[in-house]
């Protein structure tokens, strides 16, 4: 009854600000790719002349970088000097920064630093492709960047799959060669290994009975070394042969590829263990097939679109009014509407079924263009199953799909 009042309260909701809302729907469809992809830390691939000549870095400590952060402030490295500044942007992908303060050192040979802020200066556009932001004047491309967390990795950008920056994050096990050839798998998701990378030279994980920490190096050959040896906890389980073959293989470990969203680890170019990213691992594009139904879709997701009412495909405008929602272990749910913050409980099952409990409470701040937050509460009210594809989380009616989530930091 209450979920009930609360899903005319969006209606009204929605009724008072329909001309707000038009609007914001209106632009709604520009943001494919649209400013949250601009965010983040840039590495420069290369920059046009003044004179029309394509510039590259000669060394990866000249190469020039770029911040880009939601307040519209922007710092960054020339390749010899610091910057910091501001600029301003829209859902039409104009892009201007603002006179830039830099230091002032003297370097030799700064010609790839001198066309980086010259070009930066006359910048009036953008545009994200193939994981790409291309910075633009009058059209014409002069500034071409790939994700920093990328270009630490690889140079071979074929090896990095679907945003999934190798080897940096937390995988899970799907598969591993013991010493006699044999394919092994966990029997059971508690004892599954996993493996965290982190960008300081860090490794950690669980190894299906024991956890352990240690150091790694890889480079831009796709290089990938344990530190021998790794530390770890000494306990007695039964039944740990998952846990000795995954030891003995990470420990001969000298490579890694990325294929689609997997990690694969190699030994003289031949696979030894496959992961996958942990946010995905517990579960399939057939959720029933999951172990234990819950774990997959434990965690926090952010909304990628919902159907409204009418059928309509609606998509957040902005990152600050994107819907989230967390589902924990105890049945617990809780998230962000686009406007209101709301909590309750959820219930599933090894059928993926998947039902909210009526009612949610949330917050009842009024929003202008509130529109993706009336859809997406009818949306969650109306589910009664779920699936998982390609990494996200799909809710359904019957046999439809009302809302499409990814997690929340892929």
């Known amino acids: 009854m209450v979920m009930k009042n609360f899903m005319i309260f969006s209606k009204n909701y929605l009724l008072q600000s329909l001309c707000a809302a038009l609007c914001f ?49 922007v710092s960054g490295f020339g390749g010899c000097n610091h910057y910091t500044g501001t600029f301003s942007t829209d859902n039409k992908k104009s892009l201007k920064f603002n006179p830039l303060a830099a230091t002032k050192k003297m370097c030799l040979d700064a010609n790839v630093e001198d066309a980086f802020f010259a070009a930066v200066a006359a910048i009036d556009g953008y545009k994200i492709a193939d994981g790409k932001l291309i910075l633009k004047k009058g059209g014409t491309e002069t500034i071409v960047f790939k994700s920093s967390s990328e270009a630490a990795c690889t140079k071979s950008e074929a090896t990095c799959a679907k945003g999934k920056y190798c080897p940096y994050g937390e995988w899970t096990l799907v598969s591993v060669k013991s010493a006699a050839g044999e394919t092994l798998k966990a029997d059971t998701p508690e004892k599954t290994p996993t493996v ?32 021998s040896p790794l530390a770890a906890t000494k306990k007695m389980c039964l039944g740990a042969t998952i846990e000795d073959a995954y030891f003995a293989a990470i420990a001969t470990v000298d490579g890694y590829k990325i294929d689609g969203d997997k990690l694969i680890l190699t030994k003289g170019g031949q696979e030894v263990a496959v992961f996958n990213p942990s946010a995905a691992a517990a579960c399939t594009d057939n959720a029933a097939a999951c172990t234990h139904s819950q774990s997959c879709i434990h965690g926090e997701w952010t909304l990628v679109s919902v159907k409204s009412a009418a059928g309509e495909t609606l998509t957040p405008d902005a990152p600050e009014k994107t819907p989230t929602v967390k589902l924990e272990a105890d049945g617990k749910v809780s998230g ?41 509460f009818a949306a969650v009210a109306a589910s009664d199953s779920y699936k998982i594809a390609d990494g996200r989380l799909i809710l359904k009616k019957g046999s439809e799909e009302v809302a499409a989530l990814k997690p929340s930091k892929q």
């Open 25 to 73: 729907l209106a632009l709604a469809t520009a943001c494919a790719n649209g400013k949250s992809d601009l965010y983040g830390e840039w590495t420069l691939v290369s920059v046009k002349s003044a004179a029309g000549e394509t510039l590259t870095a000669d060394k990866p400590e000249r190469t020039p970088k770029i911040k880009l952060e939601k307040d519209g402030k």
């Open 196 to 227: 965290k990378f982190e960008k300081d030279g860090k490794v950690s994980g669980f190894g299906g009975c024991n956890r352990y920490t240690g150091t790694f190096t890889t480079d831009v050959k796709a290089s990938l070394k344990f530190a």
């Open 336 to 376: 962000f509407g686009g406007c209101n913050r709301y909590t309750g409980t959820f219930t599933t099952d090894d059928k993926a079924s998947l039902k909210f409990s009526s009612p949610l409470a949330a917050t009842r701040k009024m929003c202008p263009g509130a529109n993706i937050e009336g859809a997406f």
